[in-house]
């Protein structure tokens, strides 16, 4: 079984309270979306919104135990298990051996940490938003390791290199990702 959109949703506010981690989930679902259109697995796309709205869904509950309570929670549900697979792999390397290996799964190896940098380089302007937010930016704070500083630059590095792409490709179209869900996330233009 595949989840929905709207059951992944229902199983992420069960096992999450937090805005913060929800907003997460939908910012990673929206930048996941948004790299399945761009590598060509448009037919994918609502597969890739649910791994990446799902790839927490243990964090708050099980921190200790990131990525294998997931696992459990989703065999439980009779959950593809490459479903399964593609969410766990993107704890490689800090909580789990399970190489990310498929364009999905190194997709959302790169861009969970990435979007968490993205999040608080759009906070820090004056607008409070991802919509005006440009490469630029998000560069100088990715350099300033005190910035975000709980940010992985090494795993989004190595993502990189896995797909193939260069960081300024991977932050200009993690942002466009965001932007698609700006308002959902907490970070669209002011009313």
Known sequence: MIPTREEAWTLLREYNQSQALLRHGLAVEGVMR???RLLGEEDREELWGAVGLLHDLDYEQYPQEHCAKTREI???????????????????????????LTPMEKTLYTIDELTGLVS??????????????ELGSVKKKYKDKRFAAGVNRGVIEDGCRRLGLDLDEVITQTILGMRECADAIGLGLAQ
Do not use: K, N, Q, W
């Open 120 to 133: 608080a380089a759009a906070l820090m302007r004056p607008s409070r938003s991802v919509m005006d937010l």
């Open 34 to 36: 948004h790299f399945a």
């Open 74 to 100: 989703l065999e439980e549900r009779d959950v593809d298990p490459a479903f399964i697979r593609a969410i766990v792999s993107h704890g490689y390397g800090l909580c789990t051996d399970v190489e990310p």
